[in-house]
């Protein structure tokens, strides 16, 4: 079983839309959550992070923890075509240093 | 500022043949890591350094190697290339390895082994 999972997608939905993003975890132990975003042939960026269970705002995203569920979620409102691109979870776990990224999911947003 | 830079963008190589990806940051960040992204697999951690002299083995090292000499520079030097390391190959730098310390990224290269 691997440690984070995230389905690959792709997800296709049209300009406006509310776009839920998910990713599940095995390890309570793990401590912060973080989404980093990836354009086509470019490098992945930090979107926002987050430690806490509950909702971080950030703009038209949300990032959502449920540590009891051991579940992630970004939510992007009014979705874009600028945000056409591959979301990746990554958990870390500030015990072991280690940073783990889910598999990314595929948005594109027509 | 150019941030993390790597080189060459793009390389094919022969099964057996060596070669050294470059990679170098400029933001004096004491962190380096190389990662590998295969499609359904996400980001895999090869090797990291925690600063000048010190490395250490990710998630998949084998078949790479690498030191760090500089603050600023980071090879990955594959040995003896095999078709199973085909992938897009990440550098990322940062202050270092924390939940609000970002990993900043290069565009990668992207390697074809035949």
């Known amino acids: 079983q691997k440690e984070v999972e995230q389905d690959p997608g792709p997800l296709s939905v049209p300009e406006g839309a509310i776009v839920s993003l998910n990713c599940t975890y095995s390890n309570s132990a793990f401590q912060y959550f973080m989404w980093y975003r990836q354009y086509s042939r470019k490098g992945p960026e930090l979107l926002m992070y987050?430690?806490?269970?509950g909702n971080k705002e950030d703009g038209r995203f949300t990032a959502q923890v449920d540590k009891s569920s051991k579940y992630i979620s970004l939510f992007i409102r009014d979705s874009q075509p600028s945000d056409s691109a591959t979301y990746l979870c990554?958990?870390?776990?500030?015990?072991?240093?280690?940073?783990?990224f889910g598999q990314g999911t595929t948005l594109q947003v027509k | 500022n150019a941030g993390v830079t790597q080189t060459p963008k793009f390389q094919v190589l022969k099964t057996g043949q060596s070669m050294t990806l470059q990679c170098a940051q400029d933001m004096n960040h004491e962190y380096m890591s190389w990662y590998r992204q295969d499609p359904g697999m996400g980001l895999r951690l090869i090797h990291y350094?925690?600063?000048?002299?010190?490395?250490d083995q990710g998630e998949v090292p084998n078949g790479y190697n690498v030191s760090r000499s500089t603050t600023e520079d980071f090879p990955l030097r594959l040995l003896s290339a095999a078709p199973s390391q085909t992938s897009v190959y990440f550098c990322?730098?940062?202050?270092?390895?924390?939940?609000?310390?970002?990993?900043?990224f290069g565009n990668g290269t992207r390697l074809t082994v035949t």
């Open positions: 987050t430690y806490s269970s």
């Open positions: 990554a958990i870390f776990s500030g015990n072991t240093g280690k940073l783990i």
């Open positions: 350094s925690v600063g000048a002299g010190i490395t």
């Open positions: 990322a730098s940062g202050p270092s390895i924390s939940y609000n310390s970002p990993l900043h």
